[in-house]
Structures are given as structure tokens and as C-alpha cells.
């Protein structure tokens, strides 16, 4: 269930899996869709993220019924930056970790409070960390 604490604005960030599955109807997804959207929180997706979801076919009319209703972020060459030291400081490496390290990028990017749907919490999570920020301003990860 969506978590009630989600102060008004913040953002809701959608990775690879976070998009499939609103895509898809899956309640749970919707239910945080619904409380963003109740919050007025910005609802966006990483550009790189199509590159995972989209396929050029019929299955795709869902996901792009999805990306009609929120914001997608470029990948600029700073936030391709950050992703990569994102990548340094935690020892990730690999393709599918840098595309989780530009979401993770575009996550800490976005006004707070944030929260982040995934179906990878643990390496996003460790790509999110920010022991310095005070808790409750920290990205939300939450596993769909």
C-alpha cells in the first residue's frame, strides 16, 4: 500500500520495472500513482529508461499510455556525470548497473520528498544512499 507520509509535491520516480508494471494495472503501482498525483508530486521517468521498456510493438501502447501522464528527464552529460560516481562509490559496474545509476541519478536529482519504484531495490538502494541527509529526506525505494 502506498505509504501515507508523502508530504504534498515531491516526485515519483518510475525505473525500467516502476513503469512496466503501472503499465501493466498492477494495483500496488497504481495505488502510489494515486497518491502522487492526490499530492501533486511531479510523476517522471529517465529517458534511458524507454530504452529498457520500449519495444517498437503493440505491447508498447500501454507504456506509452503511461508516458503521456508524466514527465521524462533527459540524460544530460552532468547527471551521466553523477551516475558514473554514483557507480565509483559504490563498486557497481556493468550495463544494467549504469542504467540503474542514471535513474538513481535523476532520483536525487528530484525535489523531495522522492520515492523511487523499482524492482531492484537493493542495488538502487545502494545507488540512493545518502547517510548525510537527514532520513526523511532521503529517496524511498520501494520494491513493485
Not at 512496466?20 to 529508461?49: C, F, M, N
Not at 557497481?92 to 541519478?105: K, M, Q, S
Amino acid at each position: 500500500m502506498a505509504r501515507s507520509r508523502l508530504a504534498v509535491g515531491g516526485t515519483l520516480v518510475l525505473d525500467s520495472e516502476g513503469l512496466a508494471t503501472l503499465a501493466a494495472g498492477d494495483p500496488r503501482a497504481r495505488a502510489y500513482l494515486e497518491v502522487a498525483r492526490k499530492r501533486r508530486a511531479r510523476v517522471v521517468v529517465s529517458a534511458i529508461t524507454l530504452t529498457e521498456v520500449l519495444r517498437g510493438g503493440r505491447r508498447d501502447a500501454r507504456v506509452h499510455q503511461v508516458l503521456s501522464r508524466v514527465v521524462t528527464i533527459p540524460v544530460t552529460p552532468e547527471l551521466a556525470r553523477r551516475a558514473g560516481e554514483l557507480l565509483g562509490a559504490t563498486g557497481l559496474t556493468g550495463h544494467r548497473h549504469a542504467i540503474d545509476a542514471v535513474v538513481a541519478a535523476t532520483a536525487l536529482e528530484m525535489a523531495r520528498p522522492v520515492v523511487l519504484l523499482t524492482s531492484d531495490p537493493d542495488d538502487l538502494g545502494r545507488l540512493v544512499e545518502e547517510p548525510g541527509r537527514p532520513k526523511d529526506q532521503r529517496v524511498v525505494v520501494v520494491h513493485v
